[in-house]
């Protein structure tokens, strides 16, 4: 990455705001979340944590760490990883550059392949260009909760490993 570039991708990440964040995804939005999660894990035995972070660090966004890079950097730091069955998933927003990343356990990941997650993640994007924030995470959880249900499904009541509500950085 040339030195424009990076400046350019610094300057995203530093212009982008709180406000910005807040009405893409305002208090109701993150509540409407935090229920589709906890209202889906009940039916399979997959644990969902989603993380907005309305922009990289600066040091990141410089040094040109990858969405991907990010999402599983925050897989660990946020403990996905760290699940009873190895059926964490972790659904990370960066709203500065309007990018999502799909990370899953090695549970998960030996079942779903990764063009299915990427599916999901076009769901969100595709929504988010349009401004539909809240509508394209929701449909978006929805179908994790369904290839969850299809691959995982509930086998009695299980203690909630991750927080249901959504991290905002």
């Given at each position: 990455?040339?030195?424009?570039?990076?400046?350019?991708?610094?300057?995203?990440?530093?212009?982008?705001?709180?406000?910005?964040?807040?009405?893409?995804?305002?208090d109701?939005?993150?509540?409407?979340?935090?229920?589709?999660?906890?209202?889906?894990?009940?039916?399979?035995?997959?644990?969902?944590?989603?993380?907005?972070?309305?922009?990289?660090?600066?040091?990141?966004?410089?040094?040109?760490?990858?969405?991907?890079?990010?999402?599983?950097?925050?897989?660990a730091?946020?403990?996905?990883?760290d699940?009873?069955?190895?059926?964490?998933?972790?659904?990370?927003?960066?709203?500065?550059?309007?990018?999502?990343?799909?990370?899953?356990?090695?549970?998960?990941?030996?079942?779903?392949?990764?063009?299915?997650?990427?599916?999901?993640?076009?769901?969100?994007?595709?929504?988010?260009?349009?401004?539909?924030?809240?509508?394209?995470?929701?449909?978006?959880?929805?179908?994790v909760?369904?290839?969850?249900?299809?691959?995982?499904?509930?086998?009695?009541?299980?203690?909630?490993?991750?927080?249901?509500k959504?991290l905002?950085?």
């Amino acid at each position: 990455m040339g030195f424009a570039q990076r400046l350019r991708r610094a300057w995203r990440h530093l212009s982008s705001s709180k406000a910005e964040a807040r009405r893409a995804f305002p208090d109701a939005t993150l509540r409407a979340i935090a229920e589709a999660i906890t209202q889906g894990e009940q039916t399979h035995r997959g644990e969902v944590r989603v993380v907005v972070e309305r922009a990289l660090p600066l040091d990141c966004a410089w040094d040109g760490v990858s969405n991907r890079e990010r999402a599983i950097a925050l897989f660990a730091d946020c403990g996905v990883w760290d699940t009873e069955d190895n059926c964490g998933v972790l659904i990370y927003v960066n709203l500065a550059e309007h990018k999502v990343d799909i990370v899953a356990d090695r549970g998960i990941d030996r079942r779903i392949d990764r063009a299915t997650w990427q599916a999901v993640c076009r769901t969100m994007t595709e929504g988010f260009k349009q401004g539909r924030f809240h509508d394209a995470t929701l449909a978006a959880i929805g179908q994790v909760n369904d290839l969850l249900r299809q691959h995982f499904p509930a086998d009695g009541a299980r203690p909630n490993e991750l927080p249901d509500k959504p991290l905002m950085l």
